[in-house]
């Protein structure tokens, strides 16, 4: 999910078709008994950490309004230019290897996702992977926009299925959001930097691990939220938010219905942050007590795809994620995409 700009393609998209009508027959967990977790997590943030101005909150225009409302960030990192996706990805990752209690010639897979610094080659993974020193691992790139770390972990636990000797992944989302909002926008003070890892490993318990994932895909949204050559900077239409909350409502019914979960036995829901409008909005129409409802976009602003992999990996640092606890990341992204992870710590 990305802030407000400016209308996209000067009119407002229809909502995504997918979005409550997509049927989908016998519809099942997909890593329920797979062995897999995720064993480790990761985090970094740039250097400079820049505080918004408490009195400050330019009302901005029409879109600004309907997206993004009362600003609500407080701080948000900017990367300087030593800072790349790769030198990001590299400390958020040795930080999930520590945790998972890996060294770098284990891992058999590295997967990058960013959406903010593509470019036609080379890929960022690569490049990653060797200055981590994962020389032996398959690296690759991943986007789907702010979804990305869910596209990550579903190919990551993918591979891994089909690859019997192998035993760890690397799902990298790191990102420079600050480079694809309009300077002097209200859009700019909403967006940060930074850089989350999780490991995907092999070894659950019985009732432990990587339940589920789901990402969908719905080119009918593909103009709610654009960033088109040549300035690169995003626009987001005005109905964002409403589809968004759509797109919300259709991956919850979803996910818990082919996991026999309710919504009240999930310990922790870790949405990709999107504006405080759409915290809202998810919150009231699935029901999520707040204190469950974790984020920190205020403190850290919007991150795209690494936004998932930093909270977590501040919770488990804090001691606030623990063994057992039920976890839920859902995540909508342009294109349009929207997706999630099931897991039990």
Known sequence: MSPADSPAAGRPPAPP?????????????????????????????????????????PAGNAVDEAVIGRLDVRSRHVADEEETPAYMGVRAARAAM????????????????????????PEWAPHTAHLL??????????????????????TAAAHLGTHATWRHALVVSSERFSRRVRPGSKGELIVGDAAGAAVVSRGAGPGAGLWDSLLISDGSGRETVTVYPPNGWIRSSRELVSIAADSHADLAARMLARSGTK??????????PGTGQLHTAVRERLGIPEERFVTNYETRANTGSASVPIVLSEMAREGRLKAGDLCYTPTVGSGWYYGGLLFRV
């Not at 058999?108 to 960013?114: G, Q, T």
Request: hydrophobic fraction near 35%; charged fraction near 25%.
């Open 98 to 121: 520590e945790q998972a209690g890996i060294t770098a010639d284990e891992v058999d897979l590295l997967i990058l996702s960013n959406w903010t610094d593509r470019q036609f080659v």
């Open 133 to 154: 020193g994962a020389d032996r691992a398959l690296a690759f790139d991943v986007c789907g926009a702010c979804t990305g770390f869910v596209h990550g972990v579903q």
């Open 17 to 57: 078709h997918s979005t409550g009508r997509r049927e989908m027959h016998d519809e099942t967990s997909l890593w329920r008994e797979s062995g897999l977790r995720l064993s480790g997590f990761g985090h970094y943030y740039p250097r400079l950490q820049v505080e918004n101005e408490s009195a400050e909150d």
């Open 263 to 272: 919504m009240d036995e999930i310990d922790w829901v870790v949405p990709h």
